[in-house]
């Protein structure tokens, strides 16, 4: 009797044993092939996104060797040239789709633009502040994104210097729409985000993200981004999550409710030459569930 119950005791205990191991060998592989999707997904944001960037990239260095941007800058009064140079630079940005294109003298003031008969025309602004130009005048070909003091709307933005006679008298600027981009990111799972240096968000396919940082900055920090006007004066709000954003993989939590409704599987891929990251975030939950 006492061996029929021991044998019992220990098939039970095989028994359920299986079952712990079996379903946890079920969900590890089940998140498994959630984490493999979410790289995934990731590999091909990242390759949209290098695409569309690197189709503006060269644009500035090919607009600051024609002779209607030279023709400006050499007689920046002569408002005939200058009437040329304008409908030139508004064709350009019409072919290629972008947000502008504009020529800045030496002194950061902008003397020529596509959008010259706008409203809200750059003509006459002062850029000295931005690094697009700041980084370009001596010689450095600069990327950066923002959010523009005249329109007031997001932007990524590619400038070059402009070369006379063996001297830089100027910088050719191209600004491409960041909307456009995000229209191709919508998913009813995931959220798509690029996020700068301080891991502030940009470009999301969750609009109500914008300007807001992954985890808590410091004050000091937030008043770095502010003084730098990169995104005027909109206010760094946190999303309330923390986490290891430094690995390729990690997880965010939310710091006061953290469960598997409110936290997030995160997978990261930085792309050093647009100077940003991207992320694709998913619910944790998610990842428990079978596809």
Known sequence: MFTFRRTKFLLLTLYFL????GANWMWATIEGDHRAMHRQHLDRFAEFISSKLDKYAHLP??????????????????????DVTNRFLERVNDTIKGAGVYILNKNGNTIASSNWNLSHSFIGHN??????????????PSQYFALGSSSKRRGYYFSHPIYFAGDIVGVIVVKMHLSAIEESWKDKVNTFVATDKHNVIFMSSNEKWLFKSLITLSASKRQNILNSRQYLDSPIRSLDLSGDLSVNESELKKIKQPNLNNDYIVSSQVLDK???????????YIFSSPR
């Open 127 to 140: 850029y000295t502040w931005r690094p697009y130009f700041s980084e370009a005048i001596l010689g450095q």
């Open 61 to 82: 260095q090919l607009l600051a060797k024609s002779s209607e941007v030279l023709a400006a800058l050499k007689a920046p009064n002569n408002t005939a040239q200058l």
């Open 274 to 284: 647009h100077q940003l990251t991207l992320r694709v975030l998913t619910k944790k």
């Open 18 to 21: 299986t079952i712990f191991l």
